[in-house]
């Protein structure tokens, strides 16, 4: 393993969560230790419950593109399978045309919320980004015939791809239970938790929302097969895990990730 070079080749942000992804050269690290935009924004319910793919398969009827260039006016275009007519909303200045539209589309009211210090981290004790190698998605599209690699990248939806490794190279960044494993991208600290435990999301195509028969089944038979044998195997109560969930201080808020960041293990 002396000779890889983990090298940062993908950064891919989700601006509202559960929807469309954007790739991006760079990225700040935001005060919370998130990066900067990944999930700043929720789709809600009445009762504040997030309104996301694992709760309504419509959510990936949706296809959304975002410009941040602008950070007084962030803008997002939507459109649906539907109806392929696209409909632009800033999401500082119109969050409520925005609701009033994602409302007609989802057929119950949902408002727009936003913290723009952590985002809306799925598991807030591991609330930084999800790495995964550029390896690892090539071999989990060898399980699945027709799957391709940027399936998979919609499907697992990791925000950060590491290339110059083997697959599942990102397995050994986080240690046993309780432990955490120090590393750096660039110029940005990092602490490897857990391997993601993975929901229903992956076993749909990403744009139709088809169920792939027997995903999650074939996935963790060769998810246990192909387990590189040095990990800390505790950690997989189950084999439905995929891609790293880390944290980030919060002394390195400010700092910059970048494409070609190379990765260095303490």
């Known amino acids: 393993m002396s000779n890889i070079q983990p090298t940062l080749a993908q950064i891919a942000i989700y601006p509202v969560k559960s929807l469309d992804g954007m790739v991006v050269e760079r990225t700040q690290i935001s005060a919370g230790g998130a990066l900067e935009y990944d999930r700043r924004w929720a789709i809600v319910d009445e009762r504040g419950k997030v309104v996301n793919a694992k709760r309504t398969v419509k959510i990936q009827q949706l296809r959304s593109q975002f410009n941040l260039v602008d950070r007084d006016r962030p803008m997002i275009s939507l459109a649906t399978a539907a109806d392929p007519t696209i409909y632009t909303f800033c999401l500082t200045t119109e969050p409520i045309a925005l609701a009033r539209w994602l409302s007609q589309f989802f057929g119950f009211a949902v408002s727009l919320i936003e913290n723009a210090t952590h985002g809306f981290p799925d598991d807030p004790d591991a ?140």
């Open 127 to 266: 609330y930084g980004p999800t790495i995964i190698s550029t390896a690892t998605l090539k071999m989990v599209c060898g399980w699945f015939p027709g799957l391709d690699l940027d399936e998979a990248r919609r499907r697992f939806r990791t925000n950060l791809e590491v290339s110059g490794v083997p697959a599942f190279w990102e397995d050994r960044l986080f240690g046993a239970p309780g432990a955490v494993v120090k590393f750096r991208v660039g110029e940005v600290e990092f602490e490897g938790i857990n391997p993601c435990q993975r929901c229903i999301v992956p076993t749909r195509d990403s744009l139709s929302g088809a169920v792939s028969a027997k995903f999650q089944q074939i996935f963790s038979q060769q998810r246990q097969q192909t387990l590189p044998a040095e990990i800390h195997a505790a950690r997989f109560n189950h084999f439905y895990r995929l891609a790293l969930n880390t944290r980030i201080p919060r002394s390195e808020a400010g700092k910059l990730l970048m494409i070609g960041d190379v990765a260095i293990v303490y």
